[in-house]
């Protein structure tokens, strides 16, 4: 049999001019422009904790335990006689690194099985479908507790997994909606009757034109696996000492929190600064990527 691609109509893909319009409209964004400001911020900081804190993660005395804010000590000590900004700035990598792989993962995971199901459809479509709402219909917070409690373990790698395994439904949703909207279109009708192999069109025509809504909802996830690290901490099942994220100091400083409000307020105001910075690029990125904003 002949190769009917090498006499197929060259197949016309609307993504290019698009493409360029978002990355104009996003590289304009105020919203954009904050967001990565505080992103590259955080990153700095886990990357070179060193150079912005003012003293390191181990100097720590008890006898300086839970004192004021000082010249010494600009947020205080927490109970353990630990610099608080210190540890807030410490406690950078572990959160930002949890909420990265997580959101990677989750967006490998979640959008290959919504690919999968878009595009395969009958059968597959509907496994994959109810394996995704049966995974939806169980919390989150609630799936990872327990399966960090199963583990027994607080180590990084076991908080990514279990998050992993708890956090990509939502993901797989949206990715099967987007690969569900792409797959009749002209232009993918056009492979198939060149004779394209499925996993050709699938790579190549339906995923180019079906990433813009899963890049918006890994970017939006990127501080929402942030919080839910900070909380399963917070409820002890997540990353114990002597790893240092915010969530655990949260948790470490809540049982005094009347007493020294900063040991957590400052902890607190880290994450919600990286939730933020994320949330903006979220936004923007959707905003960008809106093929009916033809600004």
């Known amino acids: 049999m002949h190769n009917l691609e090498l006499s197929a109509p060259p197949v016309e893909e609307p993504a290019g001019?698009?493409?360029?319009?978002?990355?104009?409209?996003?590289?304009?964004?105020?919203?954009?422009?904050?967001?990565?400001?505080?992103?590259?911020?955080?990153?700095?900081?886990?990357?070179?904790?060193?150079?912005?804190?003012?003293?390191?993660?181990?100097?720590?005395?008890?006898?300086?335990?839970?004192?004021?804010?000082?010249?010494?000590?600009?947020?205080?000590?927490?109970?353990?006689?630990?610099?608080?900004?210190?540890?807030?700035?410490?406690?950078?990598?572990?959160?930002?690194?949890?909420?990265?792989?997580?959101?990677?993962?989750?967006?490998?995971?979640?959008?290959?099985?919504?690919?999968?199901?878009?595009?395969?459809?009958?059968?597959?479509?509907?496994?994959?479908?109810k394996m995704t709402e049966i995974a939806l219909s169980i919390p989150l917070l609630l799936s990872a507790s327990v399966l960090l409690t199963l583990v027994g373990s607080g180590g990084l790698a076991a908080v990514v997994i279990a998050l992993t395994l708890s956090g990509w439904p939502p993901v797989a949703r949206i990715m099967r909606g987007a690969v569900l909207e792409v797959r009749h279109r002209d232009f993918v009708l056009a492979a198939r009757a060149a004779g394209g192999t499925h996993p050709r069109i699938l790579l190549q025509h339906v995923l180019r034109n079906s990433l813009a809504p899963w890049f918006v909802v890994v970017t939006t996830n990127l501080g929402l696996f942030i919080t839910y690290e900070s909380i399963v901490s917070m409820l002890g099942v997540g990353l114990q000492p002597p790893t240092i994220s915010w969530g655990q100091l949260i948790y470490d400083a809540q049982s005094r929190f009347l007493d020294a409000p900063l040991p957590l307020l400052a902890p607190a105001g880290f994450l919600t600064a990286a939730v933020f910075a994320f949330i903006l690029l979220g936004d923007s990125l959707r905003d960008a990527l809106d093929p009916k904003d033809a600004k």
């Open 17 to 129: 001019g698009h493409r360029q319009r978002s990355w104009t409209r996003l590289r304009r964004s105020r919203q954009a422009q904050i967001g990565a400001f505080l992103l590259l911020l955080m990153i700095v900081l886990a990357v070179m904790p060193g150079l912005f804190a003012p003293y390191s993660s181990s100097d720590c005395a008890l006898s300086e335990s839970l004192l004021s804010p000082s010249p010494q000590h600009l947020l205080g000590t927490d109970l353990q006689g630990c610099d608080v900004l210190a540890q807030s700035i410490y406690g950078t990598r572990a959160s930002l690194t949890v909420g990265l792989l997580v959101a990677l993962f989750t967006g490998l995971l979640g959008g290959a099985i919504g690919a999968i199901a878009g595009y395969a459809g009958g059968w597959i479509d509907t496994v994959l479908t």
